[in-house]
């Protein structure tokens, strides 16, 4: 058990703390050594300060562990930690996270850093090369640390699916979203809201969205991350689901592959993650359906433990090339499993 | 009340014949004057026939008449009838409209005969010409009533969006739906199916929309209806939501209008119901709502009656000219209130 | 116009005041002078400082009025008012609407002041002979006016169906509820909480009703309201349905009268304000059906306006006496609606 | 594998039998070997006769079996067969079931024959020994094999709550059930009937719940079943749930235990099936949570892989002795779980 990293959680009493929580119960390579959150909560024990809405029920130690302010003082003098799991809201994230930066190393949910030069935003079976970029980050911060991000929930699915479309050439692509309700935290959207009702707006998503994926997809020259060389634009609405987020998805190409080819493309698509066997990295990153009607939230959300995209209905486009659906976990995928493999990846490379 | 005409429903027992019963109450130029249905209701009193899913209660008049069987000579039985709304079932539909066209003007709901050629497909503000084919319809297949039909309910209220983009050179249309329940009829989707999910299929959905629309925005030439000159690709979801199908919409056109002329036309559209002053015709076809997260089913259904077409998030595009989300009532604008509106037109021109 | 009533909402931005707002359109003693709310919305126009959740339109006069803080002075700057209605948080109603009711007639929706001895609990089709007890009130605490307040919206709706069972000797009542979500306000309950789910618990719910219901059907003798003799016990639930609030209640009466008695008790029953045909009184207090699976909320809610409470499956129990379901809408009956009712009622009876 | 039991499923492709499927994946006593349904699925692979609608994926070999008619003939032809599941609608099971029943052991979720006097009615916490009834039956009947069967899905997560207070003197039991989508099977509910909305109706439940309990609790003294001496009434309801039936029940004993004597009972009570180990027995037939909002279906419902039942809420009622909530998934504990639980019993006890 002993020769676990120690990890500490920042804003460890939110939907996607909680998950993060979760999640890392019985994980191989990290154990939780610190909980901290907003001062509203530090000083209380994690079940007094957390209202828990996971499904599974709240582990005992958790529980009667403290939870402490989400600053380097407080979270050293609460334990040795050797990385830390940010998913702190957008507003607080930014110097905060910032100030472990320059001592830790940071796994960061939220889009304060996105989109800095040298800050990766990382998908591990996507860029892993990207990680690199926390050396050139460190020597010019200044910092022992660093801070690597993950996309946007949204982003991070849809993104999965676009990586073996790359061979073909991809030009545009036009996605309308129907996101969880897990997506926007705990308490989030009010139930008055959204009984008998579609929300046709989240704010800010459509742009993390569009600019998110070309850098996600993007080539690391070493120095700096080169956009990718397409166009995203992107619908989003928020549906009457608790946890996963779908995706109808038009695609452009320069080539005109079959809809065998592509499927083909999808679903033999691996990773780094795959080929490094990390522990939550699931079997396929895109699993394929066939059926008609799939995929759909309920049903397909936990393939892969929650860490796989399924795909289906992959059709030809009388406009675009093709089109199809896409289905993720937000909370898991898209969520603190994004941040946990992201972990796992870089301790594999020697980089944390 | 007595120079009203009196009609006839065919599938007063389904969903969209429900929404007929009701929205004929009171109505001024029509009275209903039979209901007709399948075998296994006819011979029953309504009320005893139909599970009625309105919120309004059944009018007593109505519970108490009798349900005859769908066909010419029971509904002459029962009845002197001067037209025919129909909501047949789709495999129901096709020689049971047929059969009462040879005597009677037909509305119809139902698919089975909108993509023929002598078969008008309606929506009064945008192509009232298009009525004048029943007069070929009539002579070439020897008829004194004729067919005419209503489009599918996705496709009515995008299609009124359409029409004021038309001038400025439409070329692509990109839309993704999220359909409500009761577009599926009663008792149609299982709860046990949509409970926390989305169905991203509708069958036969998209192959509608992306047919009907160049039809029904197409150039009647004295002949036949010309096909529209511009595309349109359609992914189809249904959404936990009772009535509204809302609709992302992505545009490119010729010409690059900025978005006050795009928004002014979608709100200065009138079409001959308006001028004719039928009395389902809404005020405005086009509602443009300015709240970035409007239009919403629960909220925006019901504008104008529930026929308007309420458009909101106007939005230039990086891929397309402009994107907008619109949202209309799919039983009232995209159901009942299509074919009486419809009627109400014919009925004007003198044509039934 | 101008003998119409000048009204101040203390609230008016919440769920129950934007109720109050929809209600008072239009009505024929009332009119709103004055917007009053917390700090945090005074200064705003009330379309700003609202966040709008009824179904129908924010009226454009209401839009554009100033929101006041709720204090008397920053009320009376505002405008001449003549009666407030307060549907303030239960937290501030306390202090704030003791310092209206010096100057004004005060109707309050809180909780604060229903079981104090000299203030009226008021349901106007039962115990409209209690509103006597504002002058005992106005002498006692040398106040010009006075405060009277509604009962909790799920006592309201079941002590209306109580009030005819009087006459055969009440014992004793068990309530099982099944609440709508608006009865918590907005924002209200998460969605994430309720979202394939029930809530069994709904803070202070079953003491409220177990408490109030015996004062509202208690006998004032000129000096006091002695409470009524019958117990009650509750069982809360919160259920995943917008508006109305289901009620499954047995009953053990001192008599046996037959099912067809009961019925004819509920279906009969009328109070004074069907006598002095106020405003807002539904034609019938008590609608009874007879569907076997009837009231249910979405379709029974709006039955008198949202005024009448509907009662069906009343049927014999081998325990109590009898059982049946009851529904009332929890915000307009159960909220705006009594607050306007009982208005009318001490206006009419000249108390106000 | 070999010397497992071979068992065949009748209504195998309905909801409850999906779940039997489920439920028997890897199981360490029975293996499926029939799958049967009605004529309509007979021929078909499985896998085109189902509409699976578990979370889980349709396991692959189960995909591919062929579907038999649900007929003594037909099912042997398909395999050799040691005890038949039967989950057949009510219409359909009492025929089909005493057919099999001449020669196998039927385990029985159909209402069909449960009140027949030498049918066991069995939830083997509570009584184990009314199994032996089958001997009589047997006798009577002239059977090789026999018939017992599961109480209704309400009634058994209720019952096994009532057997811990026996032994206070339970006197009179009211009840009112919020029961959850899945206990109609599917496609059962129509999502048009229960979005926004509660049903206050399920045929024939309450008169179910009323009559089992008795029978269940009841004395078996070697010849038949005597009811139990206490008073059970019932008010069932369906509320939008997934899974897991909530119930508020109000208590009358004929002693007066504390809170804690009470909840102490609950917490320690176990059955047979936890001294017989069996598989599928729960470590606590029921659990108690303190939190002062729980039991709550979705939190709560896999609890003990959904074969406990969750009490909360335990309070002293005013009219009663006490109250509480408790809640049990209706397809595992109140479904199929009851069925293979109940044949592990007899299987222990040698009688099957």
Chains 1, 2, 3, 4 share one sequence.
């Not at 995706?247 to 999808?266: G, T």
């Not at 309920?298 to 199809?324: H, L, P």
């Amino acid at each position: 058990m002993s020769n676990k990293r120690k990890v500490a959680i920042l804003g460890a009493t939110g939907a996607v703390g909680q998950r993060y929580i979760q999640l890392l119960q019985g994980h191989p390579w990290f154990q939780i050594e610190v909980l901290a959150a907003s001062e509203r909560s530090a000083g209380k024990k994690f079940k007094d300060a957390c209202n828990w809405i996971m499904e599974t029920n709240l582990p005992k130690e958790i529980a009667e562990m403290p939870v402490v302010n989400a600053d380097v003082e407080s979270v050293e003098k609460a334990g040795d930690v050797d990385l830390v799991f940010s998913s702190l809201p957008g507003d607080l994230a930014g110097p905060v996270e910032s100030e472990f930066a320059a001592m830790y190393p940071v796994f960061s949910k939220a889009s304060a850093h996105r989109m800095e030069k040298d800050v990766p935003l990382i998908i591990p079976e996507i860029n892993p090369d990207h990680a690199e970029l926390v050396k050139l980050q460190q020597k010019a911060r200044g910092w022992k640390g660093f801070i690597t991000t993950d996309p946007n929930c949204s982003t991070i699915q849809l993104a999965i699916t676009l990586k073996p479309l790359m061979q073909f050439g991809l030009r545009n692509v036009v996605v309308t979203t129907m996101q969880a309700l897990s997506g926007a935290g705990y308490p989030g959207v009010a139930s008055l809201d959204i009984i008998d009702n579609v929300i046709p707006f989240i704010s800010g998503e459509e742009e993390k969205m569009e600019a998110e994926a070309l850098k996600i997809l993007g080539n690391f020259n070493g120095k700096v991350v080169e956009n990718a060389d397409f166009m995203l634009s992107a619908s989003c609405n928020r549906v009457h689901v608790k946890d996963g987020h779908l995706e109808s998805v038009f695609i452009q190409l320069n080539q005109d592959p079959s809809l065998d080819e592509i499927e083909a493309a999808f679903a033999k698509f691996k990773g780094e993650p795959q080929k490094l066997k990390l522990p939550s990295a699931p079997e396929n990153p895109i699993v394929v359906r066939h059926e008609k009607n799939r995929p759909q939230p309920r049903f397909d959300r936990d393939t892969g433990c929650g860490m796989s995209v399924v795909v289906g209905r992959i059709r030809k486009d009388r406009i675009m090339t093709f089109k199809y659906t896409c289905l993720g976990h937000n909370t898991v995928r898209g969520g603190a499993g994004a941040g946990i493999l992201s972990a796992e990846l870089f301790v594999a490379k020697g980089l944390a």
